[in-house]
């Protein structure tokens, strides 16, 4: 395993998936979240989030591998929709959030709408890189090295966008 931060520093290693939605029911209605961002360059991100009536500021370095820096910090949701509405990068990323347990860990699916809708991904974050866990039904493949999955990415060239 390659680390890029150093001891008790906080990163975020992270795998990514394609849903296979023949096969992924929801367990529930899960939560609407809002993103964009201030910053979304290959080196660094600053995204604001609103999750249901909570606020999010995150900041995350650049990945390697599948390991990147990543501070979070609470804010006002009135601020986070303050910065949504006047400060953020267009167009916004807006997802239905479902958290589900499978194999003992959590996964997160997203399901996105607007200029990402028919976009469905899993991600599940991990403890190392070699870190082992057993894959959903539901997973058709693996995109934790694409880019274009990105969320920040996202923006730039939507999903509805992509010659598929």
């Known amino acids: 395993m390659h680390s890029l931060a150093m001891a008790n520093e906080p990163t975020e290693i992270e795998r990514k998936f394609l849903v296979d939605r023949k096969v992924w029911v ?10 964009g961002y201030l910053s ?3 080196e660094r991100v600053v995204r604001v989030r609103l999750e249901g009536d909570a606020g999010k500021l995150t900041i995350k370095g650049a990945t390697q591998g599948i390991t990147r820096v990543e501070l979070e910090y609470p804010i006002p949701a009135e601020d986070a929709e303050l910065m949504l509405r006047t400060l953020c990068e267009r167009p916004l990323i807006e997802k239905t959030r479902h958290k ?9 699916i997203d399901v996105f709408h607007g200029d990402n809708d028919g976009l469905v ?11 082992t866990f057993t894959w959903p ?12 999955y990105y969320n920040s990415n996202l923006i730039a060239a939507p999903y509805k966008s992509w010659k598929r």
């Open 121 to 131: 991904m899993a991600e599940l974050e991990l403890s190392s890189e070699d870190e």
């Open 26 to 35: 929801p367990e529930g209605p899960g939560t609407l979240y809002k993103q």
């Open 137 to 148: 039904p539901w997973i058709v493949e693996e995109v934790s090295s694409d880019p274009r």
């Open 100 to 108: 589900e347990t499978h194999g003992g860990k959590l996964w997160e």
């Open 40 to 42: 979304s360059t290959k």
